[in-house]
Structures are given as structure tokens and as C-alpha cells.
């Protein structure tokens, strides 16, 4: 048990590469953003190909969702094994999460719970939502309670995308940890298999990082074993788990798939999402810490009209004229970018692109397109959102048996 | 908050010294064991003196332990603050643990219990005692229930001490943490005030460590605030705490009383005790796993005997004759040294002592007197160890208020 993690994983995440991606910073130097193909590279996980999406609908019998359809969700780990696991009727669950540092969430917040609640309808699995209020207090400058008290404000948005109490639990690591030994125990059984060498090399901490930082990478893998939810899967249980998430959060989970073998638990599968980018262009990441870069879900139809208009960089033409003779540039422009997240009309969204690659539409037009787009989803999430009261909260966050058997 | 420790407590704890004290080894170069007036400069900490003990005992109105008369307990920190808070009628409490490495017990385990319940009967406060069995699945070759089952048989021979459940809270970590969300929360608040640079310093710790290691010192801190037990002290307590335990565990308090205070809450105070010497001399202290040089609570009165004829190093001379003539040497003599630690009555090790030294006494008499003494002691700490049940455990060990008013 005390042998230490090989090092395979230790890659640093900032070398090779003018991109920089890991937990607590995603840049890149370039418009277009990120490299995702290099990132697959450097991470070591593999391109959800069409071959693995032609798999995914033979087997579930669905059109899959045009999150995975056009690339957003375009990098796995062990996604086929897990779709082997649903073909073979073996029960498997869901995991994701967010880290509650501010208020009011952005729409790129969503695109992972909405991707989440898809397969959650498709597979009819047990679903875990993990609010790290502890990493957010470790890490920000931030009061414990305030940390605490946006797991609770932030449930609400999350619960508001459409989970259903009798399959989705949802916990504070604040809370939680203090309401169920089994979890404290699969955290410290993590930790002693991880050495601060490793967490160097995944993370980047350095001697000068509080220990809080140092241990909390265990503390996001322990959700990862089944066991750490003896309510919903039984004490001894090994059920096989898929995180959708960010590719932010790969560390994490390359840790965990490096840890738990020895554990004698399955590795978690994972799908990645691509960051959606900023209005301001794909080289950096939408951030709720900059309030121009990011349509939020509180925001009115009017504001997120003139942030789109004001802010949404353009791949179009400075003139009319040039625009009309040399077309826009999808492959950079903001507003067509969020097309791709949020319109689910593939015809739609396909001869969008067409029209603005050939300058037959102009920017305006499409900005007009995408606040359109735009103004009802946000409109109905935040109808949903007023209906939930904190007692829904205090049922989605309570520890209790789902409607699901398990053995 | 988070601003780096000081770096005042960052000592070498093994160097400019042949004795090597920290938590997990304790040993001295010196036949007479560790230079304890060295350890004092060494640790900063305070010698308790004869004015000390006056106050003590002009304060409490009782004769003090002759563990604290004799200098076992030799060390404190702020133990004239905890004084002054009796004195005030003010609340404050005890607070002492074991890390529960082993099913046997050997009596050296039993000096600091011995001396919390006097302190308890003193003073009437409330008392927790912290079973760290995740720190012993961190450190040994153990699994995790193997280490929280002998949190469990340790808690036995500790109550069996006399500890009173109206005043009482027994726990393991391994099981309060996941029922106690205050005291995960004093842990995380801990862990965002040191740095890996800080517990390197103190503990010695390396790249090369498991992060579990890492972040433990903020578990053994956490106890010393009032408001890990909300249950006894309230939510938003700020009750004193006196902690005694063996001079090797001050490390962990030296760290927590230089974060605490940024957290608004007293420092812990300390009374420390010197180490029973094994009995092979007093160059290591008494090991439970090495059972030749340990008398255990388990055993027998021959055992006790055998051991005691056998393998307690003597400060006689070799031949009777030579002893008769020069006497015997006490400070090395381990049965005498053992006398101070278990013999309550002054008159008769003073006379004891003297005999010795001039040689009136035989080595083999002195080991008569010790196997005499040690013999009941044990005897009747088996017959009250006995009568423990699981359901006495159980009890002891169930968060629940005390029987004492705060605010």
C-alpha cells in the first residue's frame, strides 16, 4: 500500500506548449484556443471518434447528444468500457462536480450539467454532484461559511437543469465529509498512496502550498469508489463510475486512475469537455471573475443582448463590403462558437455557417441569432431556478438510498 | 488567513544533540536517557518548578500527583494561563490521545491517563481523548479497520483507568470525522495556515512522504479548539484547553499554537512528560513492539517477575560485596526508576532510594519491590479492564454533551 505511484503521469502540464491548462488556469496564446488535438497528446486520453459514437447509439438506441455529436464532449478515457458495462446490464453511475466560488454561475457552467443530465436520462444511473467548498476556502480568499453557503446557492442552479431527487445526490465536501465515515476513510486510503512528489508533478504544488492543497486532490477522487456512498451502493461495492467533466480536471482523476487499482476498485471512466471560450475570443476560458467575459445565468435578456453585441469578438470582416467579398471566420467567432454549445438544430446551426463563411450573413445578424438563442434557455433556467426551495436542496443533499438496487 | 506560519517553531528537532525526540522515535546516546533540561531549550518550552507547583497547589487546595511532584511531568507550557482560568472560576478543559498502534498496552501508555484522570478529579472538567488510528494507518503496515478496530480495544484499557462517561468523549478520527462536520471543518481551517514548508520543518517530513502524512498534524490540532466539539462546548466556543501528553507529541502543539490564534482561538496549554524508560535502560523509551524491553497490562504476575528478574537493567555493582561497599547508582537503576513512576508513597522510595545507594539494599531486593508494586497495579487494572463492555465503548465513545453548562 505505501509504494508509490508510478510516474507516468507525472507530465508537466505547462511544458511543450504555449497552452496552459490545468485546474486553476486555462489559457492559450493562440485565437483559436486551445490545442485540443496536442492536449490529447499530453494527457495520454483518447478522441471520442465516430467510431465510439457510431458504439454509443447502437447501444443505447439514441441519437447521441450534439454536445458529444459535434466535439465538445471529444476526449474519453475507458468511455467504451463503460458502454460494454450498460450493454452487459452491469449497473455503473455518474460523478461530476463544481467548485462553488462565486454566486452566479455562467452558461459554460451548464454545458458539463446538462451533457450530465443526458446521460443520466439515457443510461437511468445513479448520479453524484460533488461542491468542493473546502477547495474553493483553500484555495480563494474566502471564509469557510461563505464557501459553504455558495454550495447551497449553487445547488439550486444545478438542481434548476432538471435532476431528479430519486436518482441524483448532491454534496458539500464541507458537509458531507463530517456526515459519512466511509468517505473520510476513502479519502485517507487515498492519501496514503499518493506522495507529495506526485502531487508536484501532477498539480504543480510547491513547499510553500498549504497542506490543505496538498491533501485536497484525495478528497475529489474519493467520490470516484462507489464505497464512499454505503447509502446508495452498500459498504463493500465496487460499481464502475464515468465523470463527464472539463479537461481541466484530468489531474485529478489521472491520479485517481493511477490510485485506485491498488485499491481494488475500477478505474474511473471519464469524457471530457472543451472550454467554452470567453466573449472575448478562445484564448481564454468564460470566468464568473470577469463579468465581460461571461453571459451569466441571472443575466436579463437585455444584458446578455449587449454583452453579445458589445463583447462577442467577431470572425467577421471589418467592412460590409469586405465581409460580403471575403466571408467570416466560424472557426474564431465567439457567437457562432456558442452556436455550437447551445443551438440543437444541426441543420440550423450547419447552414448558419455556411451563410457566414460566405458573408451572406453578417456579424450582426449573427449575434442576433445567438442572444436569441440565448435569451430563452436562460429565461427557463431561471424560472426553473425560482421554483427551487431550500427544502428541495436540503432532500438532493441529504445521504439516502436512491431509487436504484444494488446487489 | 493565508499568510505563512511563522517560523519561529521551525527547530531541528535532531540536531546539536545526541537525543533524537519526535513523535515517532525517541532515543538517547546517554545510559541516563534523553538530557530533558536540553529538550526544554530545544523545544521552548518551560520547566514546571517548585513555584509553580506551590501555585498548583495553593490553587486547587490539594497535594499535586507525585507524577508532577517528581518531575515526570517536568515541562508546560502556559500552565500558570490554565491556572489563572480555574482560579477565575472559568471554564476550560482536557484534552490528551494515543495513537493506537497495537492491541497490548504496556504500562509507559498508562502514565498520561493516569495523570489526566488526578487532573480531571482537580478540576472537574470536561476531558477528550483522541484515538488517532488514521495517523497509524498512515505510518504502519496496518489496513484501515485493523487500526479502527484497535481504537476500539485501546478504548477499553483507557476507560478502565476510572475515566468518568458524564465527563468524558472517547474518539477514533477514523470514525468521528465522518460524524462531526465542526471538526472537519477545524481541520480544513488548520490546513489553510500551513505550509508543506512549515510541517517539513517541524516533523521532518519529505518530497517523498504520502500526502496523508502531510495533512495528519492538523487532525491531532484540531481537538484543541473548543468548537470540534460542538456537542460539549457549543457551535461558537472558545474554551481553554490543557493538553498532557509525553514531550515527543509537542511538536503537534508547538504548530498548533502558532495557528490557532489566527483563528481567534486561545492557545492549547501543555503539561509534559518525561518517557518511562524501557527496560533495558533508559538510553529508549519502553516500545510495545519489542516486548522484552515493555511490562504489559497483559501480563501475568509471573511474567511481571520473570521480566523484571530478567531484563531490568540494574545500577548495582557486580559482585555483593562491591555493592555493599559503594551502592548502588539510582538514576540508571530502571526498577528504581519505575518505583518513581508507580510507588505513590514519598517516605518509602526516599528510604528505597537511600538504602540503595548505600548498598543496604540488593539489586534482587529493589526487583522484589518493583515486581511487588507492579503486581496489584496490573492485577487490578485487568479486573476493571474486565468489566468493560462493548457497550461502555460504545457509549464513551457517542458524540454527546457532557455533563457540564457553558455560556
Redesign the interface.
Known amino acids: 500500500?505505501?509504494a508509490?505511484v508510478k510516474d507516468v503521469d507525472n507530465l508537466d502540464l505547462n511544458s511543450d506548449s504555449e497552452d496552459v491548462v490545468n485546474p486553476w488556469n486555462v489559457t492559450s496564446a493562440s485565437e483559436k484556443g486551445v490545442d485540443y488535438d496536442k492536449l490529447i497528446k499530453r494527457f495520454g486520453s483518447c478522441r471520442i471518434d465516430s467510431d465510439l459514437i457510431s458504439r454509443f447509439e447502437q447501444i443505447t438506441g439514441k441519437k447521441v447528444h450534439h454536445l458529444l455529436r459535434r466535439g465538445v464532449f471529444f476526449s474519453h478515457r475507458d468511455l467504451d468500457f463503460i458502454l460494454n458495462v450498460y450493454e452487459q446490464k452491469k449497473p455503473f453511475y455518474l460523478y461530476t462536480g463544481r467548485g462553488p466560488s462565486s454566486e452566479a454561475l455562467h452558461v459554460g457552467h451548464l454545458i458539463p450539467f446538462i451533457f450530465t443530465k443526458w446521460l443520466q436520462d439515457v443510461f437511468d444511473v445513479p448520479l453524484v454532484i460533488q461542491l468542493t467548498d473546502?477547495e474553493k476556502?483553500?484555495w480563494k480568499?474566502l471564509k469557510?461559511e461563505e464557501a459553504n453557503n455558495l454550495s447551497f446557492i449553487n445547488a439550486k442552479d444545478i438542481i434548476a437543469c432538471g435532476f431528479d431527487p430519486n436518482k441524483t445526490f448532491i454534496f458539500s465536501n464541507?458537509?458531507f465529509?463530517?456526515?459519512?465515515?466511509?468517505?473520510?476513510?476513502n479519502i485517507?486510503?487515498i492519501?496514503?498512496?499518493?506522495?507529495?512528489?506526485q502531487?508536484?508533478g501532477i498539480f504543480g504544488?510547491?513547499?510553500?502550498?498549504?497542506?490543505?492543497k496538498?491533501?485536497f486532490?484525495?478528497v475529489q477522487a474519493a467520490p470516484a469508489l462507489s464505497s464512499s456512498f454505503p447509502f446508495i451502493f452498500g459498504q463493500t461495492s465496487n460499481v464502475p463510475c464515468l465523470i463527464p467533466c472539463a479537461i481541466d480536471q484530468d489531474p485529478y482523476f489521472r491520479m485517481t486512475r493511477d490510485v485506485v487499482p491498488r485499491l481494488n476498485y475500477h478505474k474511473p471512466a471519464l469524457v471530457h469537455a472543451t472550454f467554452i471560450p470567453s466573449l472575448q475570443g478562445a484564448s481564454t476560458k468564460m470566468s464568473a471573475s470577469d463579468s465581460n467575459s461571461a453571459i451569466f445565468l441571472t443575466d436579463t435578456p437585455k444584458q446578455i443582448k449587449n454583452k453579445v453585441n458589445k463583447h462577442a469578438f467577431s470572425g467577421g470582416q471589418p467592412t460590409i463590403e469586405e465581409h460580403r467579398s471575403k466571408g467570416g471566420d466560424c472557426s474564431v467567432d465567439v457567437s457562432y462558437q456558442y452556436l455550437k454549445f447551445f443551438l440543437e438544430d444541426d441543420e440550423k446551426l450547419e447552414s448558419i455557417g455556411k451563410q457566414y463563411a460566405s458573408g451572406e450573413l453578417l456579424t450582426g445578424e449573427l449575434k442576433k441569432i445567438l442572444i436569441e438563442t440565448l435569451q430563452p434557455i436562460i429565461s427557463e433556467h431561471q424560472m426553473r431556478r425560482s421554483k427551487i426551495t431550500d427544502e428541495d436542496v436540503r432532500l438532493f443533499m441529504t445521504p439516502r438510498a436512491l431509487n436504484f438496487k444494488f446487489n
Not at 177 to 185: S, V
Not at 205 to 212: N, R, W
Open positions: 500500500m505505501e508509490p473546502d476556502f483553500l480568499d469557510l464541507l458537509n465529509i463530517g456526515q459519512c465515515p466511509e468517505f473520510y476513510r485517507v486510503r492519501q496514503k498512496c499518493v506522495t507529495f512528489n502531487v508536484k504544488f510547491g513547499d510553500s502550498d498549504v497542506i490543505g496538498i491533501a486532490p484525495a
